[in-house]
């Protein structure tokens, strides 16, 4: 069977090659590298412009970034119809395409975001190490812990008060370099896409500032919807050792630290997002307004075929609600999270509805494709390319940053642990 | 700056040597630009003799099969003399030897392929003869009655 | 100071080289291209498709996919037919059934999802078949956007794919404007037409142009002046698809209508 057949229904004249080729897996590569971008975003703002509030969630958002990483090429991988020659982007990059530039940028991202954690937690891997080289009788598990964290010094035993500052510096122009690096990795995404002249929907000069602000959005809000799960994961368990120690904070506590912290991130959350919703409103009226050839089909999956997908779920649910739930005064953190969750839904429906959408209707501007996601995995294709798939991608980076806790004190109360 | 700070640099350095080394074995010696230049013409030279080498199926050529066959050409005096033989007899591959017989197709749908009547203006379609297969004896070849190398309704009978 | 001047110099010189293989780019219509001829003398494969002659037989499709061997029940073709039947209240119907690959054998159109319109002849303005086929585009949209340099412009001018180095990410069947890729069913590689490379460079025709027994497809050289399609091309009034996308396609047809995309 030819690929994209099985998921893809034509009506009227549609040319005989034509099929959704981009399936879900391309609409969770420009989210998943969204919430990279973002989650980064979020984290330098405290790194760079020194906003202190941040602190706490800045440096979970740089790990969680990290953890992001990569899923972000996770996606494209499943999608490539010959994965094992994926490799060939940094062996032969043509410059011409946009994504030629992902090896090189992405691989450019990760290292910066990678330094930048050796630096904030390099005091970390030094004291482990050190403290696992006294160890007298070491188990095997204690030994290879031993090589591990030795190996994360990079040799670089010196934790003195001058050299510590250093690393503070170094973070601070590793996050200064990083955002427009991360805001590149995004922003030539929505390259990707908007440069395709032969797709009336994706070409707009607009599509990569459009992408980069929903990344930023969907970053902040996936940082949130972490945070306050962990947060409260973790008054459950202060609620629950009370009894036995009483040197711990208190759940109320915990409880005054995070809704400060969700407030004022939730602030930098309502920017953003009223800048993206600006941003795809003002390339909607701009199409509708200059109505040219394309025009026709695209009002007609627009504000036909895919209305429920764009006007409902994405601008309703995605957008509005959230808008309402974060301006009402006080906000509390039920509302909060609630807020992130669809705002977090509605970015994904953002990428739906460019990705499937672009591709729902025919380059003879005279006919639609209709995308069916296959939800069962029958077969390798239907599991990378379907349901399966996406939640695979989804879950990744979760159990990629409960791995990164392990190593590093993400949610150390410890100040003096860290920078 | 102290000297610590730079081991990730090194770190760094170290991966895009082994990127390098990595590409020098990997990339095909042929790999480079060529006549359009790195925009379009940037490519491995050898994939050119993979489409040139690629094997002919079709002959198509109006001599190749007089020499066994010679006594089919009266076609060439009636107005199928526009069709060439493989249309409907099939590919010539390596014929006489591989494959020792085409196999013709002798479908009613081949001949209804023109003789479907449409009558298209400033269609060339609309100005051959046609037949209404529904109606015209359903389920029989054409060649039953017809001999499509002389096609002519005269010469039916 | 002066490795400074000497820098810009050769930064200048570094621009000035990089601008020339971009004029070799800006050479795009037949005009020029055969105003080349005296320059650089060669090939520069183009295809001519007279649509008053098309009687959608699908002939052309048959044979390509045979030998092209793309597997013959497989929805995907390197050629195709499209019909268009234009009503006289002003409605327009096309459709390509399996691309042609079985001709034209109903009157009814294929709306897609089983469904078809009846069409009474009485109400036709008019009604033609147009084939369809790789423009082998001057500017190729699909070579631009190729991540790793899989499918690349021969000197020739016919866009080729390198099966052996393509990923498989499907951009350039994105950017194709005329929908000629896809990916090969059994290869899962890019695929699409390359006026059968294998045969005008042995000296014979594409497998659609000998298969058409009406001669609605000819392929011809637009640098050699003598060719009977550059004749044509030049004397009379061709036109070729989409031409807004800046592709310059060097398929050019005659008898081309609006409602053609």
Redesign the interface.
């Known amino acids: 069977m030819v690929h994209g057949e099985l998921w893809t229904v034509k009506e009227l004249f549609v040319l005989p090659n034509e099929y959704i080729y981009w399936s879900i897996q391309i609409v969770m590569y420009p989210f998943m590298t969204g919430l990279v971008a973002g989650a980064f975003v979020l984290s330098s703002l405290y790194h760079v412009f020194g906003i202190k509030q941040l602190k706490n969630m800045a440096r979970f958002s740089l790990v969680f970034s990290f953890a992001l990483l990569p899923v972000a090429m996770m996606p494209l991988m499943l999608h490539l119809q010959q994965p094992q020659r994926g490799i060939e982007v940094l062996m032969t990059p043509h410059f011409t395409s946009a994504i030629a530039a992902f090896g090189i940028v992405f691989s450019t991202y990760g290292l910066i975001v990678a330094s930048e954690l050796w630096f904030v937690y390099r005091k970390h891997f030094v004291k482990t190490a050190l403290s696992l080289r006294r160890k007298a009788d070491k188990n095997p598990l204690d030994q290879v812990k031993h090589l591990f964290f030795s190996a994360l010094t990079l040799g670089a035993y010196d934790v003195s008060g001058a050299a510590l500052h250093q690393d503070e510096k170094a973070v601070k122009i590793l996050a200064g370099i990083g955002i427009p690096v991360a805001c590149f990795l995004h922003g030539y995404a929505g390259f990707i896409f908007g440069s395709v002249k032969a797709n009336a929907l994706w070409m707009t000069p607009l599509m990569p500032v459009i992408f980069i602000m929903s990344a930023v959005v969907s970053g902040i809000a996936l940082c949130m919807l972490t945070y306050i799960v962990v947060m409260e994961i973790k008054k459950f368990n202060v609620r629950r050792a009370q009894s036995s120690s009483s040197n711990l904070p208190t759940s109320e506590a915990i409880k005054g630290i995070e809704l400060n912290e969700i407030r004022i991130t939730a602030r930098y959350l309502l920017f953003f997002l009223l800048f993206a919703i600006s941003l795809e409103l003002l390339d909607l009226i701009f199409r509708g307004y200059t109505a040219v050839k394309t025009w026709d089909i695209l009002r007609s999956v627009i504000y036909g075929k895919d209305f429920t997908d764009i006007f409902i779920l994405q601008y309703g649910v995605g957008n509005l609600l959230p808008l309402i739930l974060f301006l009402w005064p006080r906000l509390t953190i039920r509302r909060a999270l609630v807020g992130v969750i669809f705002v977090l839904f509605g970015v994904f429906m953002m990428r739906w509805n460019v990705v499937i959408g672009g591709q729902s209707f025919s380059l003879t501007f005279a006919g639609y494709m209709h995308y069916h996601l296959p939800i069962i995995p029958r077969n390798w294709e239907t599991f990378k390319e379907g349901l399966a798939g996406a939640l695979m991608v989804a879950a990744t980076p979760f159990i990629l940053f409960w791995l990164f806790c392990k190593i590093l004190p993400v949610f150390s109360q410890d100040s003096e642990e860290l920078h | 700056m102290k000297g610590h700070v730079w081991r990730p640099l090194y770190a760094v350095i170290c991966l895009v040597v082994l990127v390098l080394a990595a590409r020098y074995f990997m990339v095909p010696k042929d790999f480079g630009i060529y006549e359009r230049g790195y925009m379009y013409g940037f490519h491995r030279k050898s994939a050119e003799d993979y489409w040139k080498t690629f094997k002919v199926k079709y002959q198509f050529n109006t001599d190749y099969c007089r020499d066994c066959h010679a006594e089919k050409y009266s076609i060439m005096q009636t107005p199928h003399a526009i069709i060439h033989c493989e249309n409907c007899h099939g590919p010539v591959l390596d014929h006489p030897t591989d494959p020792e017989k085409l196999s013709v197709d002798k479908k009613r749908e081949l001949c209804l392929r023109c003789h479907l009547p449409l009558s298209y203006p400033t269609s060339g379609r609309a100005n051959i003869r046609g037949v209404d297969p529904i109606t015209h004896n359903p389920g029989i070849e054409c060649s039953a009655c017809h001999n499509p190398h002389m096609p002519s309704l005269e010469a039916m009978k | 100071m002066i490795s400074r001047r000497s820098f810009l110099k050769n930064a200048i010189k570094g621009v000035a080289g990089l601008s020339i293989?971009l004029s070799?780019?800006g050479i795009a219509g037949p005009r020029k291209l055969f105003a080349l001829n005296n320059v650089t003398a060669g090939v520069r494969w183009a295809f001519l498709i007279n649509?008053?002659?098309?009687?959608?037989?699908?002939?052309c499709v048959?044979?390509c996919k045979?030998?092209?061997e793309i597997p013959y029940d497989?929805?995907?073709?390197r050629t195709?037919i499209e019909r268009y039947?234009h009503l006289k209240d002003g409605r327009?119907?096309?459709?390509?059934p399996?691309?042609g690959r079985?001709?034209?054998?109903?009157?009814k159109i294929d709306?897609?999802?089983g469904r078809y319109q009846d069409i009474d002849?009485k109400d036709?303005?008019?009604?033609?078949?147009v084939p369809?086929l790789c423009n082998q585009c001057e500017?190729?949209?699909c070579?631009?956007?190729?991540?790793?340099?899989?499918?690349?412009?021969?000197?020739d001018g016919v866009v080729?794919?390198?099966?052996?180095?393509?990923?498989?990410?499907?951009?350039c069947?994105?950017?194709?404007?005329?929908?000629?890729?896809?990916?090969h069913?059994v290869l899962?590689?890019a695929e699409k037409c390359?006026f059968c490379?294998?045969?005008i460079?042995?000296g014979?025709?594409p497998?659609c142009v000998?298969?058409c027994?009406?001669?609605?497809r000819m392929i011809g050289n637009i640098k050699d002046p003598e060719d009977p399609v550059t004749k044509v091309i030049m004397a009379e009034r061709v036109n070729v698809l989409k031409s807004e996308?800046?592709t310059k396609p060097q398929a050019y047809y005659i008898?081309m209508d609006e409602e053609v995309?």
């Open positions: 293989p070799i780019i649509t008053y002659k098309c009687v959608g037989c699908g002939l048959k044979a045979t030998e092209n497989a929805n995907v073709t195709w039947v327009v119907f096309a459709d390509t399996k691309g079985d001709g034209f054998t109903t009157s709306l897609g999802e002849e036709i303005d008019k009604a033609f078949f369809k500017n190729p949209p070579v631009q956007v190729c991540p790793v340099g899989a499918t690349f412009q021969a000197s080729l794919i390198d099966r052996s180095w393509c990923i498989g990410c499907g951009y069947i994105m950017a194709c404007p005329y929908g000629v890729r896809f990916f069913p899962q590689v390359n490379y294998h045969r460079n042995k014979l025709k497998a000998d298969a027994p009406f001669g609605a996308y800046g008898g995309r």
